[in-house]
């Protein structure tokens, strides 16, 4: 998905960010960092992709924190956040999402089984009319936010956690 986003927005890199910890989520069962992001760069060939635990050295703990902290520290850079539908239903349960949508264009990736509920959801309505269409995905980068596309993709039905538990272990 973070290649397809790179290409369909014409990125020139895609930044997987490996939270030191998601606020809406036990801590408890989830892997160390050091482990998620080494199997992030798994993922991530280093140039156009890149895997980067960021957060823990800017010191941030909720999305908007990070924002403001990455525009501050690369002001010449225009960002764009790239979410799942899986986060745009669950969007309004974010500290500040208001100022989140308000702060940098935003894409979001289809997740089996959440997009509908997604598209229709709170969040999407509120936001309707700061969506455009895909094939406007090109220029999402230099819009104002806030701006939002939806990026129709091939999905695969099984979840990131149950790939990661048929990996062969390192």
Known sequence: ??????????????WLLVSPGNPLKPGTGMAPLAARLASARRIAEGRRIVATAIEADLGTRYTADT???????????RFVWLMGTDNLEQLPRWRRWREIV??????????PTYNHRALASLAAR???RSRRAACRAPA???????AWVFL???QHAASASAIRAA???P
């Open 126 to 128: 509120r936001l309707r």
């Open 102 to 111: 308000a702060s940098m264009p935003f894409a979001v990736v289809p997740r």
């Open 152 to 154: 129709p993709a091939p």
């Open 167 to 169: 990996r062969p272990k």
């Open 1 to 14: 998905m973070a290649e397809l986003a790179r290409r369909r927005l014409r990125l020139d890199q895609v």
């Open 140 to 146: 999402l980068a230099g819009m104002a936010p806030p």
């Open 67 to 77: 924002l403001r902290a990455l525009r501050r520290r690369f002001p010449c850079v």
